[in-house]
Nanobody
């Protein structure tokens, strides 16, 4: 079993930055990918970014160029640096951990960013961006 805990959410003005942290504990040797998802009121959960144990990354289209996912494998931690934030980034952000790595297609060139590929989820941390 793996436990995932997020931290670092808060309120920021448009154009500002935040960094979210995620710590995994428990049987972490089973984890091969970790990701961030977000959900705002009235919307479906959206994939933000994923990183696998080799450091390969995939980003959602709405955050490319603004968000950066990174990891410290020695500490079983993943981070999400969020820059140029706007009101549309307001959401509950969830960290997730997965035991397997899935790819978008047979070329295996890009990791999939699907919530169903992750077994363990944190409780979420709120990010609010005001205009």
């Amino acid at each position: 079993q793996v436990t995932v805990v997020e931290s670092g959410g808060g309120s920021v003005q448009t154009g500002g930055s935040l960094i979210l942290s995620c710590a995994a504990s428990g049987d972490t040797k089973t984890i091969h990918q970790m990701g961030w998802f977000r959900q705002s009121v009235g919307k479906e959960r959206e994939g933000v970014a994923v990183i696998d144990s080799d450091g390969s990354k995939t980003y959602g289209d709405s955050v490319k160029g603004r968000f950066t996912i990174s990891q410290d494998r020695s500490k079983n931690m993943v981070f999400l640096q969020m820059n140029s934030l706007g009101p549309d980034d307001t959401a509950m952000y969830y960290c997730a951990a997965g035991e397997d790595v899935y790819y978008r297609d047979a070329s295996l060139s890009e990791i999939a960013l699907e919530a169903g590929d992750f077994e363990y989820w944190g409780q979420g941390t709120q990010v609010t961006v005001s205009s």
